[in-house]
């Protein structure tokens, strides 16, 4: 076993395939043997016992004439003084003897080597065999039973020459079973090299997945078991490369969030040590705001990486969505206001939403919706939000007016730090973090949220949380 764990796949699976070919090869050898011995003498029993038949009949014919067996017995006596005569005699030829009665019983002259009679009490008049090792048949004269006549058994008889016979099968099928083998290395050798290329491949691709190369892939022509794992693989793969670039992204845009409001605190702070800038309310407030804004993104990226690590605080609890939304909706009236924007809020039917979840996050979630569509609609403008209550969840659709997002920004809008080159951008003031933010919140009460374009032209967001 020890041996068999440092080999290479190829080696076992070939092993194993050649083991068991020859263990198939070997069971094939046995069954024939034993089914040429069983099917070739349960014939020649069969042939016996028909013959058996004949000879009994005759012989009970001959009994009725001479009334006992020593005519049977002087006539096989006869015969096996000739056959010493002519072992011990020098001459060409012996005359054999004349067993006209025996011939006349006998179906054949290859039953000759082979006849066995007995009396009525089963003891040997021709021939040395046992009655209990004999085929016998019984011979009955007026319903009396007066003797039996038996053949000894084919397999003493041709014994040698079945084994002979057996040999030099045997010996055809062992070189028979050498080609046989040899074809089945060299099929066995190329399907156990086909069957561990590929999982020889994903080793070679795990190791380097490991080495930090994401963008290997595997060949997925298969669709079996070890197809399917290497499209897994090469998912993985995918996912740890997309992970590596959007780590990357992250830190760099992370470093480039932070450098910005940094650099102009230190840009005022310095001009102010020079005299450049005086130091004065609006001074200081503008540095009141760079601090401001400098916080407000350390508090979202806290959040972000709060929510990646599973430590990010939620409090569920049995409410009514109706109460939360049209709370934060009320809180959000006059900014709306202000920018002379309309914010509606609409149900498909009004009536209390059981829901289980954080109402200070579910509050945060449409502020920061309804702060995203202050920043970024153009006035006059509006914000529709419809609720509709289904089955199993609740389906929530934030809709503004004009401008919209590209299509091909669509989709991205909830990574961070993503900003739009379209209408939608960084001069408006945000910090695209917000829609991160909202993504973590709804995936923390198990629901999706997603984007679309409205039909105002503007952006569509929808969201569907579960129901209590």
Known sequence: MNLLSTLKLKYKLFIIFAVSNILIIGSMWQIYQWSFDQGFFNYVIQQDKSYLGQMANRSANLYIYYEDWDFLVSESQLEEDWKK????????????????NLDLIYPS??????????????????GQIPFKFALTQKVKVAGEVVGYVGLRSLKEVVQHHTMEF?????????????????????????LAKAMSRPICQMSQATRQLASGSYGTRLPTNSRDELGMLAFDLNHLASTLQNTTEARKRWVADTAHELRTPLAILRGEIEAMQD????????????????????????????????HDTGNMDYKMDEHDLVDIIEQTVTSMQRPFEEANLNLSLT????????ITADANRLNQLFTNLMSNTLKYTSAPGELNI??????????????????????EDIEKIFERFYRTECSRN????GRGLGLAICRSIVTGHRGTISSYSSNKQGLGIRIELPLT
């Not at 002259?109 to 021709?126: C, S």
């Not at 057996?166 to 040899?182: D, H, N, P, T, Y």
């Not at 419809?386 to 997002?405: L, M, N, T, W, Y």
């Not at 960084?426 to 003031?429: E, S």
């Open 275 to 306: 005299g450049i800038i005086k130091v004065s309310p609006d001074s200081l407030g503008s540095l009141l705001n760079e601090t401001v804004h400098l916080g407000r993104l350390i508090e979202d990226l806290n959040q972000l990486s709060m």
């Open 85 to 100: 005569a002519k072992l011990a005699s020098t001459a060409d030829m012996v005359p054999s003897p004349l067993t006209p």
């Open 166 to 190: 057996v040999k030099k099968q045997a010996e055809s099928f062992l070189l028979i079973s050498a080609f046989m083998i040899a074809v089945v290395a060299l099929f066995t050798w190329s």
């Open 109 to 126: 002259q290859q039953y000759r080597k082979r006849f066995l009679l007995y009396n009525a009490d089963k003891e040997a008049l021709i």
């Open 426 to 429: 960084r001069k408006t003031g």
């Open 386 to 407: 419809h609720v509709q209550k289904q089955k199993h969840c609740v389906v929530i659709r934030f809709e503004d007016s004009a401008p919209g997002i590209c299509s």
């Open 347 to 354: 149900f498909e039917k009004k009536k209390a939403i059981p």
